[in-house]
C-alpha cells in the first residue's frame, strides 16, 4: 500500500510537473517568437554596434574608451529604461606606445622583421640578444641553464582538434600570462610567444601577462603565427641568431573608467534582480566588437526585447556594462562590492563574452536542480536556437557576484572565436548580423523566463 | 504468461540493442577522434579549396570550368583511391556577357547607376521603360490591367525571422525562377527582382530563371538590396522613373561538362555503394567556394579521411562531384540514369550543398527504422560537432539516385549562407577553415559508420 501511495504521488508529481512545463511553452513560446522577430527583423543591437566601434579600441585609460562609455550611456538614456547610472572603478592603465619593432638578424645583418604586439602590461624594451626557442614549460625547466641572457620564445600552438575552441586556449595562454616571469627567474632577457590563435595569418594576437612579484621584470611580445614559425625553422636551421626588440609601452599607474548599468526595475519582486552583461573594455587591437563590444550591445537590447514584448516584467533586469575585465577584472570586483555593500540580491546572472556568434547553449553554474529547471525551459528556448542547457562555467565579470541562483554563460559557436580575440581581426566587420541577434534573442528569452517564471 | 514472455523478449531486445549501440560507441569513437584530429590539424580540404577558387567561378560551359575540371582530376589521382573517372554529360550553356546596364532615369536623366546581375538563363536586353513595382504574385494579378509595356519590379525581402535561412529563401526565389514568365503573360517587358540574400549590401545574387514554355521570353535581373531599397523609395515617391536595361548575356546552346568520380572499392561488400558529393559547378560571381566547390572539396576529403583511419572500408565508397546542378541538374540526372543503368547499388548517399559551415546536423531521407538507427551513433557523430540527426530533405543531385536506403543531407550552421550565395561574396576568404573541416570530418564519420557498421 505503502508503495503504492509513493508510486501515485511520483505519477501526480511527473504529471504536474509535465502540466506545469506545457503551461509554460504555450505561454512562452509566442512570446519568444516575438522577441526572435525583432530582434532578427530590426537588428538595432546590430547596428548600434556598427556606432560603438567607431570609436576604436576600448582599453582602460584611452581616449577612445571615455568616448564610447559617453556614446553608449547616452544610448542607454534613450532606450527609456527606468535608471542609467556608472559606478567609477580604479583600473591599471597601460599604453602600447608607438614603437613596436622586432627585427630578427643573422650574421649582425636583418634578416626579417617580426610582426610582433607587445603584451598588456609588459615593460619597454630596448635589447638585442640570442634567441632559444622551448616548447613548454618542462622544456624550460630542462634547459634553464642556457636562458640567460637570451630571449626564450616559446613556440606552443593552438591545438585545432577541440571542438570548443577555448579547450585549446587554456594551455597556450598560460605562456602569454605567465612565460616572462617564469623565463626571468632563470636569466632570460625578454619572452616572445607564439600568438594564442586558430588562423595562420601574421597578425598578432595580445593579452595580458603577469609579473611574479618577487622576479625581474623582462619585456614579453607576441610574434604574428606565421612569423612564429618563420622563426622556429630559421632557429632549427641551427645558424645562431640574434633579435632586436624595441618596444615603448608604458604602465601609467590608475586611470578612472566606468561600470555602465541600465535598469528595468521590477513589478512584484523589484528586489530580485536578474543582471545581463558583457565588458565594456577591449584590448587596443582592432575595434573589440567581439570581445566584448558585441556583448554589451546584446545585454542592452536584452533589455529593449524585454520592454518591447513583456512591458514591465516581474522582476528587476539590469544590464551592466563592466570595466576592466581584460587586464584587472576591477569593475566585476567594485560591481560586486558595492552589490553586496548594499544588501542587493541578485536572483540570477547572465554573461556574453564569448564573441558574438550564433547560439549553441547555456553554461550554468548551479544547483542541479536548478539546472535542471531551466532545461525544462529548452522548448522555449529553442526558438532561437539554443541546442543544449549544460553544466558550466559562467563567466569572469558575474562569477563574482555573491548569492545568486544561477549564473549564467551565453554560449556561442566558438569556431572563430580565436581568429579574431585580441587582435586587429576584431573589428565590426567580422560579427555577422544574424548571429549576433540570435544571441541577443537567446539571451532575452532565458532573461524573460528567470524573471516571468522564475526557477521554483 | 505470455505478457510475461513478450515482457521478456522486450527486454532482451532492448538490452541487446543497447549493448550493442555500446560496443558500436567503445569501437568508432576513438576512430572518430582520429579522423577529427587528422582534419583539425592538416586542414587539407582547406587548402586544396584554396587552389581551386583559383580558378574563378565554374559555370558549365566556361573555360575557368574545364581549367577547374582538369585541376581537381588531377589531385583525386593523387589520392591514391582505386579508380578516378569522368562521365561525360550535356549541359546547358549561358554566357553573362560584358555589358550589364541599369541606369534610372527621372525627367530622362540619369537619376542613380543600380547595381545588378543577369538571372541566369535570361536573355539579352536593350530597352527603356517605365517601372512598377509589385510586392507579390497576388499583387501581379491584382494590377495586371498596368504592367503591359512596362518594367516589373518584384520587391520581396528575405525574412530574416526563420532560425534556418533556407525557409526564407523559399518565398523570394520564386519571383527569381518565375517572375519572368509570370510578368510576361501580362506584357511586362523585363523583370527586375530584388537579390535573395540575408545581407544589407549592394552585391546582387544571381541565380537560375525558369521561362514557360507558351509565353514570351523577357529579360530578368537582379538588384543589389540597396539599390532595391533606393527604387522602391523612389517610386513611393511618385515621380515617374524610366529605367533603361542593357544586358549581353546570351544562351549558347549545348556545352559538354562532367562528373567526377573517385572510388575506394570496399573490402567485404564492394557492390554497396555510398556516395558522397556535392556539385562542382558554380554561378559565375565570386568564386563558388561555397557553392559548392567546399562541398566537392569534403566529398574528395572524406575518402581520404576514410583511407587514413580505416584503411580499406567494408562497402565501396565514392565521392561525386556532380556536373551542372545550377542550371540544368543534367550531372545528377546522367549519374542516376548511368547507374540504373548498369545495375548499381547505392547503399546510402550523403551530400554537402549548403556551404562549408560548422555542423548542426543531418537530414534523413529514409523510413523511420533507418533513421532511428543512425539516430544511435550520435554519440559517435557527436564527436565532429553534429547535435542532432532527423528526417528531412537530402540534396538535389542524390535525390536522383534511385532504391538507396539512405539518402542524407548534411546540415551546417545556415546563419551566413544567403549572405554569400549566388554573388561576389562566394569566396575562399569567407570560408572559416575550422568551419569547413568539421564538416568533412562529420561527413567522414557518418560515412564510416555506414560502411562498417551499416544500417541494420
Known amino acids: 500500500m505503502k508503495k503504492l501511495i509513493i508510486f501515485a504521488v511520483t505519477i501526480f508529481a511527473v504529471n504536474f510537473t509535465y502540466r506545469q512545463a506545457k503551461d509554460t511553452d504555450s505561454r512562452y513560446i509566442p512570446l519568444a517568437d516575438s522577441i526572435v522577430s525583432i530582434a532578427m527583423n530590426k537588428m538595432e543591437g546590430y ?7 567607431k570609436a576604436g579600441p576600448r582599453l582602460s585609460g584611452s581616449e577612445n574608451l571615455q568616448k564610447a562609455e559617453k556614446f553608449i550611456s547616452e544610448y542607454m538614456k534613450g532606450c527609456g529604461f527606468d535608471t542609467v547610472y556608472m559606478q567609477e572603478v580604479k583600473a591599471p592603465w597601460w599604453e602600447r606606445g608607438d614603437q613596436e619593432i622586432c627585427i630578427l638578424k643573422s650574421d649582425g645583418k636583418t634578416d626579417k622583421n617580426l610582426s610582433i604586439a607587445a603584451l598588456g602590461g609588459s615593460i619597454a624594451a630596448d635589447l638585442t640578444a640570442d634567441v632559444i626557442e622551448l616548447s613548454s614549460f618542462d622544456d624550460l625547466e630542462q634547459k634553464k641553464d642556457q636562458v640567460a641572457g637570451k630571449i626564450v620564445f616559446f613556440n606552443v600552438p593552438f591545438n585545432q582538434k577541440n571542438l570548443y575552441t577555448f579547450a585549446s586556449y587554456g594551455e597556450p595562454v598560460g605562456y602569454r600570462v605567465s612565460g616572462p616571469s617564469r623565463a626571468a627567474k632563470y636569466g632570460a632577457v625578454a619572452v616572445l610567444i607564439r600568438s594564442v590563435t586558430s588562423l595562420y595569418d601574421n597578425v598578432p594576437h595580445t593579452g ?92 542592452v537590447e536584452v533589455l529593449k526585447l524585454i520592454k518591447q514584448v513583456i512591458g514591465r516584467p516581474e522582476r528587476t533586469i539590469r544590464c551592466v556594462l563592466f570595466a576592466n575585465e581584460e587586464n584587472g577584472l576591477k569593475g566585476a570586483i567594485e560591481y560586486a562590492g558595492l552589490a553586496e555593500k548594499n544588501n542587493e540580491y541578485h536572483y540570477a546572472a547572465i554573461e556574453s563574452d564569448r564573441g558574438v556568434f550564433a547560439p549553441l547553449g547555456f553554461n550554468i553554474d548551479a544547483d542541479s536542480a536548478t539546472i535542471a529547471r531551466i532545461n525544462e525551459w529548452l522548448p ?77
Open 47 to 53: 547596428k548600434i554596434l556598427g556606432e560603438l566601434s
Open 208 to 299: 595580458t601577462l603577469r609579473y611574479a612579484d618577487s622576479v625581474k621584470q623582462i619585456p614579453g611580445a607576441a610574434l604574428g603565427v606565421q612569423d612564429a614559425i618563420y622563426l622556429s625553422e630559421k632557429l632549427k636551421a641551427g645558424k645562431p641568431l640574434q633579435i632586436t626588440l624595441k618596444m615603448n609601452c608604458v604602465n601609467r599607474g590608475e586611470a578612472t573608467v566606468h561600470n555602465i548599468i541600465g535598469e528595468i526595475r521590477g513589478k512584484s519582486k523589484p528586489d530580485e534582480i536578474i543582471v545581463v552583461g558583457g565588458h565594456f573594455d577591449s584590448w587596443d587591437k582592432g575595434d573589440g566588437s567581439h570581445d566584448d563590444g558585441g556583448g554589451c550591445v546584446q545585454s
Open 380 to 456: 522555449v528556448l529553442r526558438r532561437s536556437r539554443i541546442e543544449w542547457v549544460e553544466k558550466g562555467g559562467s563567466g569572469a565579470d558575474i562569477s563574482r557576484i555573491k548569492g545568486a541562483r544561477a549564473l549564467i554563460g551565453y554560449v556561442p559557436d566558438s569556431q572563430r572565436y580565436f581568429d579574431v580575440h585580441h587582435s586587429d581581426n576584431d573589428v565590426y566587420s567580422a560579427v555577422n548580423a544574424r548571429e549576433m541577434e540570435l544571441g541577443s534573442a537567446s539571451m532575452a528569452i532565458l532573461t524573460m523566463l528567470l524573471s516571468e517564471v522564475g526557477l521554483d
